[in-house]
């Protein structure tokens, strides 16, 4: 395995981006408290012929009003799959560009512009392209939770969930580049037994769960079983009874009616569909090294009814990915959904 020995940070709100948020929340304050939020966006999705999406890591409020609720590349199928005119991704800004790659025509709206992504945000795409002359003729597989501007550099877009699947079919020869999830490509290595070069990114979620508070969580409740996400760091996931992406995740719960103790090491929105598929489970958050009790992403938290509200009835802010970068990033999208052919729906599907 080889890997950069100093990981990107996330780039500064552009001065384009501040304007915005400071207009966005002059619109939040200026809207009547007593109005209906949910009456309200309900009738405008009616109007604008929309689809609502909401990914697993949104607050429940907004996951029980979307049409779609689930990872970024399945809802953003589903949306291409409709007649909608209007999407409305309540995400963060990669998972609505992916939504726009698919839906050239459609217009794409996200509630907050500002909600980013700490691992996509750490892979800046000029900087991965000069870093990516150091390694010619390397296949190029990048993660889905990357930009459209990554995803055009790339030679395979894949999931948390077909990762290793998709690695696997390529000729042992073959050297690969992974990005932006260092973790991720770990655990793709460690499945596969293939060295890959490694872009040094990670989501600031996953990476502070404590393995050492973990292990004493564990002997607390020595009946739970422990799920995690392979964004997790390598020490976290040596100690999970199973690895897998959030659909995965919700699946497991699920299918395993004789556990009724979890542990789960991924962002904490997911709890939200795990209840309500085993109401009698109970599910407890992995510690994080931080001082909070749960591990919640910032960015997707900046999504909220009144800026979906919003966001529906001034019809932006809108996502555009420019024609020639959008049809680049579609043929490494196109090409796992190639490679995917054959594998189960969770394996193709989920971040």
Known sequence: MQTLTQAQTPRTPTQE??????????????????????????????????????????????????????????????????????????GVHFMAETAKILSPNKLVLLPDLDAGCSLADRCPADEYGEWLKQYPGHTVINYI?????????????????????????????????????????????????????LWPGFCIVHEQFSARKLAGLRAQYPQASLIAHPECEEAVLDQADFIGSTLALLKYVGTHPEQTQFIVATEVGILHQMRQSRPDAEFLCSPPNSGCDCASCPYMRLNTLEKLYLAMRDRR??????????????????????????LSQVQQKGD
């Open 145 to 197: 939770n990357s930009s459209a501007a990554v995803k055009a550099l790339s030679d395979i877009i894949v999931t948390s969930s077909n990762a290793a699947a998709i690695v696997a079919q390529l000729p042992p020869e073959t050297p690969i580049v992974f990005g932006p999830d260092r973790h991720l490509g770990r655990w793709v290595e460690k499945q596969t037994g293939r060295e890959m070069v």
């Open 317 to 342: 802010p809108e996502i555009t990915v420019d024609e020639s970068t959008r049809v680049r990033a579609l043929k490494p999208v196109q090409r796992m959904l190639d490679m995917s052919k054959g």
């Open 17 to 90: 981006n501040r304007g915005q948020e400071n207009d966005l929340s002059l619109r939040v304050r200026a809207l009547d408290p007593t109005l209906d939020l949910e009456a309200e966006i309900t009738r405008l999705k009616r109007e604008m012929n929309a689809v609502i999406l909401a990914h697993y890591y949104q607050d429940a409020d907004i996951q029980d009003l979307a049409d779609h609720v689930g990872d970024s590349l399945a809802l953003a199928q589903a949306a291409a799959a409709t007649d909608a005119d209007v999407i409305v991704f309540c």
